[in-house]
């Protein structure tokens, strides 16, 4: 699951082409293949456009929280009067301007660093994690092969395990930290700042 966010043009309603190109990789993200090397490589876009994993969320949702410019109806609330629903988090800015959106994403990146910084620096904290272990071998399992039920339910097991991560910068993007979650937050900071008459959009 991931957030696919882009600025899009206040008129014509379309992704926003920027004045340069960028490569601001997300989630998912546009490539070039090198048939020689059998590689791939970021492709340059213009597209106002960031993928950005779900795995960042909890950052988000509690840099969000309670702040009224942040509020939002998630997809099954039953009224949009029905204000105990509203839910928080980077869909906040769905529908507001780049204009209106720079000052909140540099609350948001504010209000992490200064949960999980001190004096500075980026600090560990715990957390519980699941882990699939085969009920043979006691290996573990790759996540994928539950999701796609590739596993029968009675070969595998589902234990928690409390782990401590650094919240600093990790080269796996996918890793939730709190400063692999702020990158992205500076990147559609950047294309708001290019485009700020354009309008937020994301699913």
Known sequence: MSYDIKLLDPV?????????KHVMIGGT???DYDERTGTFSPSPIQDAWLNITYNYSRYYDE????????ANKPYYANSEKDVDQDEYGICGIYGKSGAESI???KDMIS?????YKVNGKWISTERTIRKYLDLETGKELDILDILTNKRAVDTYKCEEHTVTVWEGPNDNYWEATAANAISPL???IAMAELRPDGIWEGD
């Open 63 to 70: 840099a969000t929280d309670g702040d009224s410019r942040f």
């Open 111 to 115: 209000r992490i660093e200064s949960r």
């Open 12 to 20: 014509s309603r379309k992704t926003i082409m920027l004045p340069i």
């Open 29 to 31: 993200y546009r490539a």
């Open 186 to 188: 500076w990147k559609l």
């Open 103 to 105: 000052p909140m994403l």
